[in-house]
T-cell receptor, first 115, second 112 residues
Framework: AQSVTQLDSQVPVFEEAPVELRCNYS??????LFWYVQYPNQGLQLLLK??????LVKGINGFEAEFNKSQTSFHLRKPSVHISDTAEYFC?????????????FGGGTRVLVKP | ETGVTQSPTHLIKTRGQQVTLRCSSQ?????VSWYQQALGQGPQFIFQ???????GRGNFPPRFSGLQFPNYSSELNVNALELDDSALYLC???????????FGPGTRLTVT
C-alpha cells in the first residue's frame, strides 16, 4: 500500500514570489508520481508527472517538480506565482504495474496568492 | 479530442435513496476510475474498470457498485445513501499507458 503526505495544508504567498509545495510518499514498490491542481468547483487538472528518466520534471503553467528517491519526496515549485495560481494542489502516486493504476492522493495544499 | 464528461453536475438526494452517476471517458481510453472527494480532503479511490471488468477496489462498502459499457463509458451506483456520502464524485479515464489519468469535472452529491 502507498501513502502520500503533503506537509503544508495552506501556503499563503505574495504575487511574483516563489512557492514550494512539499510532498512525501511511502511505498514498497516503484511508483509513478503526479501533481494535480483543482480550482474552485472544478475537477482535477494534471500539472506534471514523473514516470521515469530525468528526476526534474517540468509541467504546465511554469511549475516543476523534482523526484528524490532517497528522500521519497516529490516537491512542487514555481519561481514566480500569479494570482491565478490560487487553487488546491494535490500530490498523488500510483504503482508501476501492468494492470490498473489507482491513484493515492495526499490531503492537498491550499495556495492563496496575495497581491 | 473529447475530454472526460460527467453527469449530472449537481444532485440532491435523501438518506436511504439510491443514485446513479455517469461518466464518458476520453476518446481512445479503455479504463475508468472513480474517486470520492469529501469536503476539504483529497480524493479517495472507489474502484476502477478496465475493458468492462472491475480492476481494483478501494475501501468502500458493497453498496457502492459500478458498470463499464462496451463504449467504455461508466456508471457509479450508490444504494442506501448516507449523510457521509455527500461529496464530489470524480471520474478519471486512462488509456493503455495507464500511468496518467484525466479527470472529469465531477458530480456534487448532497445527501440530506
Amino acid at each position: 500500500a502507498q501513502s502520500v503526505t503533503q506537509l503544508d495544508s495552506q501556503v499563503p504567498v505574495f504575487e511574483e514570489a516563489p512557492v514550494e509545495l512539499r510532498c512525501n510518499y511511502s511505498s514498497s514498490v516503484s511508483v509513478y508520481l503526479f501533481w494535480y491542481v483543482q480550482y474552485p468547483n472544478q475537477g482535477l487538472q494534471l500539472l506534471l508527472k514523473y514516470l521515469s528518466g530525468s528526476t526534474l520534471v517540468k509541467g504546465i503553467n511554469g511549475f516543476e517538480a523534482e523526484f528524490n528517491k532517497s528522500q521519497t519526496s516529490f516537491h512542487l515549485r514555481k519561481p514566480s506565482v500569479h494570482i491565478s495560481d490560487t487553487a488546491e494542489y494535490f500530490c498523488a502516486v500510483s504503482e508501476v504495474k501492468a494492470a490498473g493504476n489507482k491513484l493515492t492522493f495526499g490531503g492537498g495544499t491550499r495556495v492563496l496568492v496575495k497581491p | 479530442e473529447t475530454g472526460v464528461t460527467q453527469s449530472p453536475t449537481h444532485l440532491i438526494k435523501t438518506r436511504g435513496q439510491q443514485v446513479t452517476l455517469r461518466c464518458s471517458s476520453q476518446s481512445g481510453h479503455n479504463t475508468v476510475s472513480w474517486y470520492q472527494q469529501a469536503l476539504g480532503q483529497g480524493p479517495q479511490f472507489i474502484f476502477q474498470y478496465y475493458r468492462e471488468e472491475e480492476n481494483g477496489r478501494g475501501n468502500f462498502p458493497p453498496r457502492f457498485s459500478g458498470l463499464q459499457f462496451p463504449n467504455y463509458s461508466s456508471e457509479l451506483n450508490v444504494n442506501a445513501l448516507e449523510l457521509d456520502d455527500s461529496a464530489l464524485y470524480l471520474c478519471a479515464s486512462s488509456g493503455e499507458n495507464r500511468g496518467e489519468q484525466y479527470f472529469g469535472p465531477g458530480t456534487r452529491l448532497t445527501v440530506t
